[in-house]
């Protein structure tokens, strides 16, 4: 299932999701963003007129400025209908189904945690990770209204917190191997569940955001790429 990132519309293939990207006003919040790049040079004005040692709205003007030159950049992608949250604390509407359907995951709870807290579609304000390479040692998080790079082993040793900070109470026989391994890792820091962990991250974990990181991408080339166009047109 694919889900536009702008209205919530939902697709069976990707290719219904490209040509509902593609297809002139199809997306009506893709419109605006649209819109808003004609806007963009107006507002760097304003932002420069503004003589912020005098106003009083300084950090929410440059948060303003900041999300709709990034979301239409095609440079990082941050929804105009949805501020990021900041990485470690991330919200979930149905925070009570998200922990059900990890208890239910058995050995994929992790994963399914995973899934649900960073790379829900429907929350695109909790996607504060962005993995940009599979040899690399740093990925990025969301901070402060700006993405920061952090180490990537440090990173899942946060996720792991907030998992056992979710899940600890459980009392589900069937995660109750894993979460006995994460208690290891997050309260004990025993060196080797540490180092189990890591690997067990890289493996699987690293790919998966990996993966979703070039979604989001895939998607700011499409709004990029048709602005791009759109320019072209007018000058021939």
């Given at each position: 299932?694919?889900?536009?990132?702008?209205?919530?519309?939902?697709?069976?293939e990707k290719r219904g999701l490209k040509?509902?990207?593609?297809?002139?006003?199809?997306?009506?919040?893709?419109?605006?963003?649209?819109?808003?790049?004609?806007?963009?040079?107006?507002?760097?004005?304003?932002?420069?007129?503004?003589?912020?040692?005098?106003?009083?709205?300084?950090?929410?003007?440059?948060?303003?400025?900041?999300?709709?030159?990034?979301?239409i950049s095609g440079v990082e992608l941050?929804?105009?209908?949805?501020?990021?949250?900041?990485?470690?604390?991330?919200?979930?509407?149905?925070?009570?189904?998200?922990?059900?359907?990890?208890?239910?995951?058995?050995?994929?709870?992790?994963k399914v945690y995973i899934r649900n807290?960073?790379?829900?579609?429907?929350?695109?304000?909790?996607?504060?990770?962005?993995?940009?390479?599979?040899?690399?040692?740093?990925?990025?998080?969301?901070?402060?209204?700006?993405?920061?790079?952090?180490?990537?082993?440090?990173?899942?040793?946060?996720?792991?917190?907030?998992?056992?900070?979710?899940?600890?109470?459980?009392?589900?026989?069937?995660?109750?191997?894993?979460?006995?391994?994460?208690?290891?890792?997050?309260?004990?820091?025993?060196?080797?569940?540490?180092?189990?962990?890591?690997?067990?991250?890289?493996?699987?974990?690293?790919?998966?955001?990996?993966?979703?990181?070039?979604?989001?991408?895939?998607?700011?080339?499409?709004?990029?790429?048709?602005?791009?166009?759109?320019?072209?047109?007018?000058?021939?």
């Amino acid at each position: 299932m694919e889900i536009c990132l702008l209205c919530k519309q939902q697709f069976a293939e990707k290719r219904g999701l490209k040509e509902h990207y593609h297809k002139k006003q199809a997306c009506v919040p893709q419109k605006r963003v649209l819109e808003l790049y004609k806007s963009l040079h107006k507002l760097i004005q304003y932002k420069k007129e503004l003589g912020y040692s005098e106003h009083q709205n300084k950090d929410e003007i440059d948060v303003i400025f900041n999300t709709i030159e990034s979301t239409i950049s095609g440079v990082e992608l941050n929804p105009i209908y949805s501020k990021l949250n900041d990485f470690g604390k991330e919200t979930h509407k149905n925070i009570n189904e998200v922990f059900s359907k990890v208890e239910r995951a058995g050995d994929n709870a992790f994963k399914v945690y995973i899934r649900n807290m960073y790379c829900d579609r429907k929350s695109p304000e909790n996607r504060t990770i962005k993995v940009t390479s599979m040899s690399g040692i740093y990925c990025k998080v969301f901070q402060d209204d700006e993405w920061e790079l952090e180490c990537y082993e440090e990173v899942m040793l946060r996720i792991a917190k907030g998992f056992w900070d979710m899940m600890g109470v459980s009392e589900n026989d069937d995660i109750q191997d894993y979460l006995e391994f994460i208690y290891e890792v997050v309260k004990k820091k025993d060196s080797k569940a540490i180092k189990k962990y890591i690997s067990y991250c890289k493996k699987s974990i690293l790919p998966f955001f990996y993966n979703e990181t070039k979604r989001d991408k895939e998607f700011s080339y499409l709004v990029h790429n048709k602005k791009k166009k759109k320019a072209i047109r007018k000058k021939g």
